[in-house]
Structures are given as structure tokens and as C-alpha cells.
């Protein structure tokens, strides 16, 4: 392992690549291979200042430039993410151990980002009523609000900035991307292709750290707005704090998402499906199926199928194209993980896959195999928290009512899915189920960048969501002038 002779990353301030102003640095590992690959800075509140400050200075010229001349250069970045996907996807793979098949597919996201916002000249548009009262017309006209303080998770390093950024910027707003100190590498990247596409100094920077520069962000009074995407506890911190400093905010919080499989699924597409929810990404996504109510009558068989395709999975380092399942984040996150296993245990579900295996075979690289449990019940902690790793706990229920009655004791809300051939069960399940991302015969309910995307209950603190035209409200103000021509 090599421990030391690594670089510590720089902050992105103005347009140049700055040491931070601190003495501490956390390692950042190639979580494969348990290797160190960079030293992240843990930028202090100067550091935050100094970006926000400069941020300011940027705003005041980059909101003047007309909105298509600024779309224009997220067309040549667009492109010039385009030419270097592979590149981008190997550099999550890296960082984050998701397979290089995952991170490709994650950069896709984030390009998809881009081109929605690209749209600018359109979607900034106003609209005008020539004759709101006699001799009286109105219009609306709309503005960006500011310097905006993105804070984002080491599970999706590439994609969950591209929700914030593309948009914000595209509307005239400047940026102080604090990506997760976890995952720190994919998001210079990010500025140096920006900078390639000409985007004017100071509208985009990063300042690398820890909670030091989450709470700069959330105090600083010329941060206008936050966009967070992390946990629970974190979110509801975030919001909490920067709607006291009144800020605008919207917290993209944790998850425990449910599949419900019924008797007339289709259970060859739905146990694939359900696979690749669980155990893909190392099921650190929150979209990830953790739970899945399948009706007592085709529960055996649809364990059966399940596992088998559970034991067919390759785990590995996710640089290798045959590789599924990649690494837990951390060490520390492989070991939480091995215990909610034994609580599980502890707790009287029955353990029909022990992931624990895999996990004693690779000593190299924070893995843990696929981990299923059957007859869970909603009083047991693998049922209520999310665990973020590949663990997949399944209740036995009657129908779908009880189904969606389980379902709704979460205190999570992101996503939930329906297996079924039959159109009723699927209307009764958009109406009754709590979940902000449905999905029907799928397994994850992917965020898109052209509709808005979050959860609800404690998945999400906020009002407006991320992507579609939720974001561009997020990201802009709005004027009305009423005008009498006489
Ligand atoms: P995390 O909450 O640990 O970290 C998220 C960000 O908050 C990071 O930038 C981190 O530096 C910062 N942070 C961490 N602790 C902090 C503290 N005490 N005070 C201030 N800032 C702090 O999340 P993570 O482990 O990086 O990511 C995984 C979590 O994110 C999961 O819970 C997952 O469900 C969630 N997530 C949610 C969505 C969504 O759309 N709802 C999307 C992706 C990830």
C-alpha cells in the first residue's frame, strides 16, 4: 500500500487550483483495493470565505451575460464530457469501487444533466398577460438569486453534482461545490473540463473538506441558496441550520426503499430487476430495493430464483468488465454492515444468503457479498435503517393492501416499485403508497434529468426538488411588472 507520496488535492477558487488553508488531510482509498490515492484537504472557513467571496465578484458580470451565450459553453461541455466519459467513469470506478458498467451508466446521468439545462433560452422564459385589466398588461421575468453552496455524497461523485451545478450556473448563478471528502477526485475533474469550456472564472469552485465547510456554506451570508444530497441526520441538519440563516434549501436525505412483488409478476424479470437494485452499486444508491414484500404464495420461488442469481454474481474490483459487485466505501462501512448482519440474526430473520462469506474470501478491498433475509418484520432495525450495502431483507405478506400498509410504516420515503401484470394493483399503488420515485416492473426508479427528483417523509426537507423544472425554480427568482401603457 502506498501510504505516503501522494498528493493532496487543491481547492478550484477563481479559476485556479489553490492549497487550502489547513493543516489536515484524510486519506482518500481506492476502496478495491484498500490503497490510499490522494490526501483531501480539510479546508478550513477561510478557505469557505475566500471561495464565497470570490463566487460574489462572479456573479455580478455572469449574470449579465445572455442566457443563450451561457448555455452555449455547456454545449462544449457537453461535448467535451462526451469525449472523455470512459476516462470519467474509471475515475468513479476508483474512487467510489461502483463497476466501471454502473459508473459509465452514472456519467450518462450526469451528461443528461447537462443537456437539460443547455436549454436555458427556453426554459428561463416568462410569460406576459397583454390585458390583466383595462389598459393594464403584466409579465413575469426571471433571475438567478446568487452564490448557491452544493454539498454532495461519495455515492454518486459525478451525478449528484450535475444535478445542482449545470442548472445553477446556466441561470446565471455562481457555485461552491463541497463534494464528499469520500469521493473528492471525480469533481476536479469536472472543473478542468468546465474550464475547457470556457466557463468565465469564479462561476464554479470547490472547496474540498468536511462538516467545517458545510457549516461556512450554511452561515455564510452571501450564500443565497443550498442544494444538499447526503443522510438523514445529515439533511435534516443542513435544512434546519440554512433555513434559520434564511437561505433557500432543498436536503436530498437517506432511504430504505421497498419493491413489492405480487403473484402475477412476472418473476424472471423481477428477480433480475431486484437484483441489480439490491446488490448493483454495492446497493450504496439511494434508489437501492432494501426490502422487498413478496406475496406469501410465490415466496419460495421467488427466494429461490433470487439466490440463484445472487450466487451467480462476480465480485471484484469494479475496474474488471465482468465485475457486479464492488466495495463497500470504507472499512468502517464494510464492518456496520457485518453487524446489521448479526443483528438480523439476533433480531429472528432467517439468513438465506450470508454475504459474510465473500466478505472473509477478499481480504483486499471492503467487500461483502450479497446478504439476503427472509420472514423480516417492520419491529426489526434491518427492516428500519438504511444500511446502504448490499443487504436485501424480504417480508411475506398477503396482498397488496398489507403490502403497501408495510411499506408506509417507513419512515423513509425516496422510492418504491410494484411488480405486476395488472393495471389496478398499479393504479391502487400510485395512489396509496408513500414514495416520491415509483417504479413499476423495474427496480430502480431512476433520477432523470428532464423530472424533478426526491423522496418524501424523511427522504427529503424541502419543497422543491433536484433536476427537471423543479430545479430551474430552485435556481431562480422570479419579477412581475405591471405595466399601463397610457
Ligand atoms: P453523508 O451525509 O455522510 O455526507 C454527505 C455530505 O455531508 C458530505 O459532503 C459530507 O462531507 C457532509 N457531512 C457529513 N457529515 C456532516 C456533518 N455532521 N455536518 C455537516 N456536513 C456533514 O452522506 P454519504 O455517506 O456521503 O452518502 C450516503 C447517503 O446519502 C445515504 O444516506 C444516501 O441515501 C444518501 N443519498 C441520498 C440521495 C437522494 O437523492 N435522496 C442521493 C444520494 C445519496
Known amino acids: 500500500m502506498t501510504k505516503t507520496k501522494v498528493d493532496v488535492i487543491k481547492n478550484y477558487v477563481g479559476g485556479k487550483w489553490m492549497k487550502a488553508n489547513c493543516d489536515r488531510t484524510a486519506e482518500v482509498f ?22 464565497v467571496e470570490t463566487a460574489s465578484q462572479a456573479f455580478q458580470s455572469w449574470k449579465e451575460v445572455a442566457v443563450p451565450r451561457r448555455a452555449r459553453i455547456l454545449f462544449k461541455y457537453q461535448q467535451l464530457l462526451v469525449d472523455n466519459w470512459n476516462e470519467l467513469a474509471e475515475l468513479i470506478t476508483i474512487e467510489n469501487g461502483k463497476s466501471v458498467k454502473e459508473a459509465y451508466g452514472e456519467v450518462q446521468r450526469g451528461i443528461e444533466c447537462v443537456e437539460y439545462a443547455a436549454g436555458a433560452p427556453s426554459l428561463m422564459m416568462g410569460s406576459q398577460l397583454p390585458s390583466i385589466a383595462t389598459d393594464l398588461e403584466s409579465g413575469v421575468y426571471r433571475y438567478p438569486i446568487g452564490v448557491i453552496g452544493g454539498i454532495t455524497p461519495f ?8 444535478w445542482m451545478f449545470p442548472m445553477a450556473i446556466v441561470t446565471g448563478n455562481t457555485f461552491v461545490l463541497k463534494p464528499s471528502e469520500r469521493t473528492p477526485l471525480l469533481a476536479n475533474r469536472l472543473a478542468e473540463l468546465l474550464e475547457e469550456a470556457g466557463l468565465p472564472e469564479g462561476v464554479f469552485n470547490i472547496v474540498h473538506g468536511g462538516h467545517d465547510v458545510v457549516n461556512g456554506l450554511l452561515d455564510h451570508k452571501d450564500v443565497s441558496a443550498i442544494s444538499f444530497v ?27 426503499n421497498h419493491s413489492i412483488v405480487l ?9 433480475t430487476q431486484i437484483i441489480s437494485a439490491a446488490f448493483g452499486s454495492a446497493g450504496e444508491r439511494c434508489m437501492a430495493c432494501s426490502v422487498v414484500a413478496v406475496e406469501e404464495e410465490i415466496a419460495d420461488q ?16 469494479g475496474l474488471n468488465e465482468d465485475v457486479f459487485l464492488g466495495p463497500v466505501i470504507r472499512e468502517q462501512h464494510k464492518h456496520r454492515t457485518l453487524q446489521y448482519i448479526e443483528t438480523g440474526e439476533k433480531e429472528g430473520a432467517k439468513l438465506i444468503r450470508d454475504g459474510r462469506e465473500d466478505a472473509d474470501t477478499k481480504r483486499e478491498g471492503y467487500f461483502v457479498g450479497p446478504t439476503i433475509f427472509d420472514h423480516v418484520t417492520s419491529e426489526m432495525k434491518i427492516w428500519q435503517d438504511e444500511i446502504f450495502a448490499p443487504v436485501l431483507a424480504i417480508s411475506r405478506v398477503g396482498n397488496l393492501e398489507s403490502a403497501i400498509n408495510l411499506t408506509n410504516k417507513s419512515r423513509f420515503a425516496n422510492g418504491a416499485c410494484l411488480f405486476t401484470r395488472d393495471g389496478g394493483y398499479v393504479r391502487t399503488f400510485r395512489e396509496k403508497i408513500d414514495a416520491g420515485m415509483l417504479g413499476v416492473n423495474i427496480g430502480v426508479p431512476a433520477p432523470m434529468a428532464f423530472f424533478p427528483f426526491s423522496g418524501w417523509k424523511d427522504s427529503f426537507y424541502g419543497d422543491l426538488h433536484a433536476n427537471g423544472k423543479d430545479g430551474l425554480e430552485f435556481y431562480t427568482r422570479k419579477k412581475v411588472l405591471t405595466t399601463r401603457w397610457v
Request: no cysteine; aromatic share 4%.
Open 155 to 162: 455515492n454518486f461523485p459525478m451525478m449528484v453534482p450535475a
Open 30 to 51: 481506492n476502496p478495491a483495493t484498500g490503497e490510499v490515492i490522494a490526501h483531501v484537504p480539510i479546508s478550513s472557513q477561510k478557505d469557505v470565505d475566500i471561495a
Open 302 to 317: 421467488f427466494i429461490e430464483m433470487l439466490v440463484n442469481k445472487a450466487n451467480e454474481l462476480k465480485i471484484g474490483n
Open 230 to 256: 447526503g443522510s438523514q441526520p445529515v439533511a435534516e441538519y443542513v435544512y434546519k441550520k440554512g433555513t434559520s440563516n434564511l437561505k433557500r434549501v432543498q436536503a436530498l436525505a437517506g432511504a430504505k
Open 263 to 271: 403473484k402475477d409478476a412476472d418473476l424472471e424479470n423481477a428477480t
